[in-house]
Structure formats: structure tokens, C-alpha cells
């Protein structure tokens, strides 16, 4: 690790970075057609961009510049429970401080252009807990509060939940808690890549990554990023989902 490390990976390789540009892309549609716009416009916006993209938004572009449609419904796209769209959703969290609901209703604009089920669920949950971390300080509660999105019985809920079981069994041990979470979740059985390749980017164990930083950190900013980055997987967006919220 060098001084200009960080630097240096932003100008070598730009296309990295979909849970920044992506984010844009969106605002500017909102910006220039307003909130109310249909799926189609932010569909098209980042499907002709060109930036590069991966996993479930590359295969939703994919479908939507061959006119294949939903593109981000599992029977078209193989990575519909990847991480995409939760890494994407915090500027909706941000457009509706303390309005949860209002949020989930543009997350379903958006959401499903890449993303189905899980992956969906993913985007729903991060904007609820962003837009309920500006009207209250209290973690836990933004945590449990935010998780009244997501339906009962869906393998997300149950991943999430797990956490803040072990969390309540486990207070000071968030190492205890990632890996009772990891023995139940971490088998990836959709994502074409992560299957052959030991990487996991499914959406619940991913969120389950963020919620652990966002409880064991206790509202300290850098153990919050430090915790949720050393869980694993995908250890760029996790840690910045939970120290954006």
C-alpha cells in the first residue's frame, strides 16, 4: 500500500465504481424529468451510458438494449438477487428523509430495472434505513424499524433477522455473530460468477455485512466501516452503506 494508492485506482480504472456513477445517473434523470417519471427513462439512461457495468446491472442493460423484458426478473437475469441495487439505493433513502414508505415506492421504479426478490429487497431495506437515520439517532432501532419493509417469510428478512438475533445472544462478540450468520446464509446459489469463483455478493448477506458494522459499531463512525469492511465479500459498498447511514 502506497501513498497515492487510492489515487491511483480511481484513474486507472474508473469503471470500478457503478454504486457512485449509477447513483448519478439517476439523479440526473430526477433532475431533468422529475420523480414521477417511469421506469423506462432510468432504464434507458443507464443502459446507453457508457460507463461499464457488472453482474445484475450489466445483464439488465444487456436486456434492455435487446428488448428483453423485465430485465431484472430472474427468469431473464441470472443475477437478480446480486448486490446491484442495494448498493444503488442510498440517493432514494436521501430523497425521502424520515418517509420510508414513499422511498419503497421509487425503490420499485427503480429497483426491479436490475433486480428481483432478494436483490430487490436489498435496495428496499438500505433506503428505509437511510431515510430513518435522519429523523432518529438511536441504531438499533433504525435497524428494526427499517426491517418492517420487507415481507415475512422472504429469505432476506430471515438473514437480517438472524443478525439482530445474535446481536441481542452476542453483544460484545460481532465475530460470533458474522459466523452463526455465515453458517446459514453464505452458500451462494445464483450469482454465475460467485458460484464457481468463492465470492458472494448476494444482497441478504451483503445487508446482513452492513447491519452487523451498524450494530456492533454503536454509532462510532470508523468501528462501524472497520467492522462491516472485515466481514468480507463485497467490503467496498458494505462498509460505505453503513457509514453512509
Not at 435522519?134 to 441504531?139: L, N, R, T
Not at 438475533?165 to 462478540?173: L, T, V
Not at 454465475?192 to 447491519?211: C, F, Q, R, S, T
Request: include cysteine.
Amino acid at each position: 500500500w502506497y501513498d497515492d494508492y487510492i489515487y491511483d485506482t480511481f484513474i486507472e480504472d474508473p469503471g470500478l465504481y457503478d454504486d457512485v456513477y449509477m447513483d448519478l445517473t439517476f439523479l440526473e434523470v430526477i433532475a431533468k424529468h422529475g420523480l414521477e417519471t417511469s421506469s423506462d427513462t432510468y432504464a434507458n439512461a443507464f443502459a446507453e451510458a457508457e460507463y461499464k457495468l457488472w453482474h445484475a446491472n450489466q445483464c439488465a442493460r444487456y436486456n434492455i438494449l435487446n428488448g428483453i423484458k423485465p430485465a431484472g426478473h430472474w427468469k431473464n437475469n441470472p443475477h437478480a438477487d446480486d448486490i446491484d441495487f442495494q448498493i444503488e439505493a442510498d440517493f432514494i433513502g436521501m430523497l425521502y428523509p424520515g418517509m420510508p414508505n414513499a422511498a419503497a415506492a421509487l425503490c420499485d421504479t427503480v429497483g426491479h430495472i436490475m433486480n428481483y426478490g432478494d436483490g430487490w429487497y436489498g435496495g428496499v431495506y438500505t433506503a428505509a434505513m437511510y431515510t430513518l437515520a435522519y429523523v432518529c439517532e438511536d441504531i438499533p432501532a433504525v435497524v428494526t424499524e427499517a426491517l418492517k419493509t420487507i415481507p415475512e417469510g422472504s429469505g432476506f428478512k430471515d438473514c437480517i433477522q438472524c443478525v439482530i438475533d445474535e446481536w441481542k445472544k452476542h453483544p460484545k462478540d460481532w465475530k460470533k455473530c458474522w459466523f452463526e450468520v455465515n453458517k446459514s446464509f453464505a452458500d451462494e446459489i445464483g450469482c454465475p460468477d460467485g458460484v464457481w469463483n468463492g465470492l458472494n455478493i448476494d444482497a441478504k448477506l451483503n445487508a446482513a455485512y452492513v447491519v452487523i458494522g451498524l450494530l456492533y459499531g454503536n454509532g462510532d463512525f470508523e468501528k462501524t466501516m472497520e467492522i462491516s469492511t472485515r466481514c468480507g465479500q463485497d467490503s467496498d459498498c458494505n462498509p460505505a452503506s453503513a457509514a453512509g447511514i
